[in-house]
């Protein structure tokens, strides 16, 4: 029987839903010192872990945590069929330097901050079509690395406005496994790429926030379901800013008061750590908050359903130069347990 | 029954083979005038197609080029139930600015001068898979914005090496339909990253000759066939010093010799145009040329059984300055008709 998808849906339900076999986490020092350190696999003391520039930090950091996923699901490498990897980096470095070392098949993505939840709907997809038994994937992001590829030279100490996020130093990997028993991926809904003309690249919470009402509007029709379904729903990295603009514009589209909204954003640092302004943000952002904390709340029984809308902001410096404002897009994905 | 892909394997044989159902490629005035001019649908005049920067025009040349392939096809936008997009651009956005004008859902992509494979490899799994029946696949570059992006700023005139490819403006996009009875992508073989330790950028060619030919064995050891069972075998754009190190590697790897062997980086331009040293390069290279001469002629009869493998240099500037050499990757596409 084919997988359920109608025309003009975005969403894919699965016949054979594939299972988070296992998972992994690790941040960087500061995330470390957040609310939910205790819940990452591994927490860095220093940005460069070992290496001689945050990007080869960031890249290893992906790689340890991939490696760290596979271990944990007591697979071996050669065990994955596939890795689908991206992350922030121009021309997705820290990706295709870990996907070198770890000699795996590599389908390299690019989703901005929603990369995790993309590689997830691609898995999923080639797994329950039968493509793919089994797979692991994965995004990170580096905040140094980011900083002086986004804004301006770290040296230069610039203030950022109190609607500025903070790029989490971080990764998180997923097994996708036909076979496995664990948590599964149900339903996944596509996003389109929403862009309402906001164009200072530091509020990227308000750009993105339309991008993810639009995704859960549209998962929730294709579903035939309320909101109140799922007993969380997770966005990815809209900040306090975004997430109080998605709120309104969840009210607005008339979804019903719900209350169990949180954002990977708000979630991961507490909001007095220094520097944090509106929230976090970055690849690893929404990444690290599903394989550390959500993920293991699932498996505790403390969440059944859970609906994880990862957001991206799909901009650049030179987009921005040229006076672009900033597309965003926001992928929803389904997981039951 | 399930999709034939074997444990150790990196190739996946479709049961119910996606067909290519319309395409469509456009490209800049230096591609026009090459030998293959009159094979793409559009010979822009210009390299700025309208817009006010090199980089919108790439966004513009490949949203252009997405419309032709849907509107050759005699299908409606609405029709296309995703995209899958990449391009060189840092954070593509090339592909982004695209998918926000055309309102389709997105999956955003990134293999270098490869995606164009990784877009059908994705594409055609997604519809054997029966998760999506019909859905459009495209990929850019543009001279000049990847050029400055890449190596110099282009008012400097720095003279390239003779081991230096010239960045195709060109963009190519595919319609994939699972009720098509068109040229059908009957097996797909996703690359892993090879890095021989080539550094210089200025000889991508030589970087990525390895990964073509480690993707070509795979694929003939997973379908256990010989190289004759294509009529023709194309590589993505290792231009000439590239194709002449394949050759001799293929030959190395007791792969018999092989006369129907072509590469897009050589195809693309006479090598007597201005500029051209090695050859072609960039993601619209090996997009143009299989939108342009490679499915006519598959269409005309001329070519029953063609292997394209497209490569791609998964370095950054940053990657190179931090002293990495260039890792390559290649995806192969076996169509038949």
Redesign the interface.
């Known amino acids: 029987m084919?997988?359920n998808?109608k025309?003009?849906s975005?969403t894919?339900v699965f016949n054979k839903p594939p299972g988070i076999a296992s998972w992994a986490s690790i941040v960087g020092p500061k995330e470390g010192k957040g609310p939910w350190g205790s819940y990452f696999d591994w927490r860095l003391n220093d940005y460069l872990f070992g290496e001689?520039?945050w990007?080869?930090a960031e890249s290893k950091l992906l790689r340890e945590t991939i490696k760290l996923a596979i271990s944990k699901g007591n697979y071996q490498e050669?065990d994955m069929?596939?890795l689908i990897a991206?992350d922030?980096?121009?021309?997705?470095?820290a990706s295709?330097?870990a996907?070198?070392e770890l000699?795996?098949?590599?389908?390299?993505?690019?989703?901005?901050c929603s990369t995790i939840a993309?590689g997830l709907?691609?898995g999923s997809?080639?797994i329950?079509?039968?493509?793919?038994?089994r797979l692991v994937t994965a995004s990170s992001s580096h905040h140094y690395a980011a900083e002086r590829?986004f804004r301006l030279p770290t040296e230069q100490g610039t203030q950022p406005p109190p609607t500025a996020q903070w790029t989490a130093t971080a990764a998180g990997a997923v097994v996708l496994d036909g076979l496995s028993a664990g948590p599964k991926i149900t339903a996944v809904t596509?996003?389109?790429?929403v862009?309402m003309g906001i164009t200072d690249a530091a509020d990227m919470g308000s750009a993105m926030a339309p991008a993810a009402v639009d995704s859960i509007k549209q998962h929730l029709q294709d579903m035939q379901r309320p909101l109140s379904y799922y007993e969380l729903v997770v966005t990815g990295d809209l900040g306090n800013m975004g997430k109080t603009i998605a709120e309104k514009l969840l009210s607005q589209a008339g979804i019903e008061p719900y209350s169990n909204y949180e954002d990977c954003g708000v979630s991961l640092f507490d909001l007095e750590q220094s520097g944090i302004n509106s929230g976090a943000s970055g690849c690893g952002c929404s990444a690290s908050m599903l394989c550390g904390p959500l993920l293991k709340k699932i498996t505790d029984g403390d969440i059944h359903k859970l609906l994880f809308v990862a957001t991206g902001a799909?901009?650049?410096?030179?987009?921005s130069w040229?006076g672009?404002s900033i597309?965003g897009?926001a992928h929803a994905v389904a997981i039951e347990y």
């Open positions: 084919p997988t998808k025309k003009g975005q894919v001689e520039t990007e080869k050669s069929e596939l991206g922030l980096l121009n021309q997705t470095i295709n330097f996907a070198r000699s795996l098949p590599l389908l390299g993505i690019f989703g901005a993309e709907i691609i997809m080639l329950d079509g039968d493509c793919i038994q590829q596509i996003g389109k790429v862009d799909l901009m650049s410096p030179i987009s040229q672009e597309p897009i």
